[in-house]
Each structure stands twice: as C-alpha cells, then as structure tokens.
C-alpha cells in the first residue's frame, strides 16, 4: 500500500491560444473543472498503475468537496484519510497555452491539516510501503509526517513543490523529485552538482527529456519517450506515482526512473491532470515499443 499525503483540489482550468502579458487581456478558448492537487493526482497515478493507495487530506463542506472525494473513490483511493472542513475545498486556477501551463494555487481546506490528523493516520503510514508527499500542505505538517515516517522505516518520496516551501528538515525524505525550474530555485545552477550528494535518492524530471540522478559513480540520464503533448498539468504528478509505484515493487532505481518517465509520456496526451494518467498494461507497452 502507498500512502499519499498531500493537497485535493478543483483545477479551474482556462485555455488561450498565447500568455498574455503583464497588463494584457486575451481571449480565452477553453474553460472546464477537473479534479486535481498535487497529492490527489499523485494518487490517482499509483492507483491506476495497480497499487492501493490510502489518501491523506482535506477537502471543503462546499460542492467541490463532495465531486472530489467522488472522485477518488471512483479511482478505488481509500479516502478514510481524508476530512471535511467547514470551509472552502482548494482550487488551483490553470492557465494553458503554447504546449504550457502556468499555475496559482489557493491552499483552503488543504491547510487545514494538523499535525493531530498525521497521527490519526500513524497506523495506515506504519502498513504502508512507501510515504508520497508534496508541499501544498502546511510545511510543518510535510516535515512531521518525514519524521514519523522514518521512525517507522517507512521510505518516502518528496516532490518539493511548490520549491518556495522546502526547509533543511526536508532532506531527511528518502527520495527527492524536482522537477528542472524547482532544482535550480533549491541548489542554484550547479544543481546537478546537488545530485551527487544524494545518489540514487534524488532524481530531477527534464520534461519530454527524461530525468536525470547521480548513481554513485556517474551522473545518469534516463531518456524521455517520444509523445505529442496535449496538456503537460499532470506529468510530474504522474511520474512520482509511477516512481513510488516502481520502487515499492522493488525495481532498481534507473529502471524505476524509466517507467516514471513512460508513465508521464503518457499523461500528457489527454487534456486534464488526471485525464491522461495511463494503467499498468499502457506503461509496459510504452516501455517494450521504446526499447
């Protein structure tokens, strides 16, 4: 089982044919809601690769909240980790353009997650083998739960994002995952430098390029595969599910790393952050034709 804590929100999401700029008003072509937050999209990534997943959250009283927990139930996501507040779900509001995205986040319900309700989950974490965590949570609840996660010798993956949010508590997690932008706002420049001091924990994502770790030796570079993207919202998502899928099962890393990347080669085929996410049997066919 792979616990996930982490953020549940309502993506607004808008399209336009191009960024606007500072000041600028355009036309948009696209509006729709979908569900995502980073946690949630992780989740739904693992379960869809075939491994159960217990989710830890919030979610608001408001129709959001409701749509939500639906959702992730219809993933077959044990949502008893997940509470109700008496306020607003979060939401985050996705702009799309150019084969891009650019995104705000309004925390709501998510920051209302306590310390009290990691504890209330102390048993599901300890039965779990591996610990998913990003950082759309209030900090000093993702720095408890790394905590109590490696005092139950329970590995755990953390995807620091938003970057603005990683302490030095954080490097206590298992396994890091930035993406290239939240590595160089983390380490600076030289942030492939970084990676030698945490060899085969720390794993950069380079989009459509791959990925990128130190293996103890040498510096690796794990090919992307080749896609057309449609929406990118959800491809880091999706491989730190695939990745926290691949090594609960034991892979080693490089080949863990390659089935993240086919896994978020092909979530960005299809509009939406959890839209795209493919099962096991869609992977392993990337996996084998790319070989």
Known sequence: MITVVGSINMDLVVGTERFPKQGETVLGNLYTTVPGGKGANQAVAAARLGDQVHMVGAVGSDAFGTQLLEGLEKEQIDTQGVKKTDGASGIANILLSEGDNRIIVVPGANHELTKSDIDAQKKAIEKSSMVILQLEL???VVEYTLQLAKELGVPAILNPAPAGGFTEAM??????TPN???AEELFGTNWELELERYPNRMVVTL????ARYFDGDKHVTV??????AVDTTGAGDTFNGALA????EGSEFKEAVRFANAAASLSVEKFGAQGGMPNRMEVV???EAGE
Do not use: C, H, W, Y
């Open 138 to 140: 209030p900090i000093p």
């Open 171 to 176: 490097k206590q997690a298992d396994f890091l």
């Open 180 to 182: 290239e932008t939240e």
């Open 207 to 210: 989009g459509k390029n791959g």
């Open 223 to 228: 090919e992307g595969f080749p896609t057309q």
């Open 245 to 248: 899928v691949a090594l609960a």
């Open 285 to 287: 066919s990337r996996m």
